[in-house]
């Protein structure tokens, strides 16, 4: 069974520094790996997935996160926090040969200080 | 934009009674999904459907029923509403290259008193 665990309940940075969520996964199969983001009282929106291509995947507003096997994990990353960043994260494993199955995390809050 | 609505956006009803909440899409997706969002939970899947008629349940699918007679419609029902059951609730569809990502719907804030 898959399992997802975010290391940071909450990750406060200040504007222009570099942002790092950490997630990491369980999975017996082949893993989809996706990142989210919730703003406050939104819905959730992709910001980007690994689905086996590149391991270095690049996503929507400067987001990236590395596929890393060996260490079961797909840490997200952004040079430069903008304030337009704060939200809710979420890491959600899927497993390709059961992709019906979509298991999240519980998610990391990022605060951007001014 | 999936093309994904819900509604009603908001409500909210009393212990007892039963709420249905409906989902619907416009691109003919044969995957949709039901979670709620709880703080510290992350989403957790209430139950899927892979086609019309076709459903199965999720990881907290007691005190929840599902329906799909339409491909462009899965409507959730609370039987009998409780208070563990005031959530944001979320609709998703399966769609994108591979069809193994999911998009998500605006919610629906449920509160039961």
């Known amino acids: 069974a898959q399992s997802v665990t975010q290391l940071d309940s909450h990750v406060s940075v200040s504007e222009g520094t570099p942002v790092l969520l950490r997630c990491n996964y369980s999975s017996s199969y082949s893993p989809s790996l996706f990142w989210y983001v919730q703003h406050p009282n939104k819905g959730l929106q992709l910001l980007l997935k690994y689905t086996s291509a590149a391991t270095l995947v690049k996503g929507i507003n400067g987001f990236e996160a590395e596929f890393k096997k060996s260490e079961t994990s797909f840490h997200l990353t952004k040079p430069s926090a903008h304030m337009s960043d704060a939200a809710e994260y979420f890491c959600v494993v899927s497993e390709r040969n059961y992709g019906q199955n979509f298991v999240f995390g519980p998610g990391t809050r990022l605060s951007v200080l001014p | 934009d999936a093309g994904i609505t819900q509604s009603p956006r908001h409500k909210v009803t009393e212990t007892g009674t039963p709420v249905t909440l409906r989902c619907h899409q416009t691109e003919n997706h044969r995957y949709m999904y039901w979670y709620r969002q709880d703080p510290g939970h992350g989403l957790r899947l209430i139950h899927y459907?892979?086609?019309?008629?076709?459903?199965d349940k999720g990881e907290v699918s007691d005190g929840y029923s599902v329906s799909r007679s339409k491909t462009e419609d899965f409507l959730l029902t609370l039987e009998s509403a409780t208070s563990s059951q005031t959530s944001v609730y979320f609709c998703?569809?399966?769609?994108?290259?591979?069809?193994?990502?999911?998009?998500f719907g605006p919610g629906t804030r449920l509160t039961v008193l």
């Open positions: 998703a569809i399966r769609a994108g290259q591979g069809t193994d990502t999911q998009y």
């Open positions: 459907s892979y086609g019309v008629k076709d459903t």
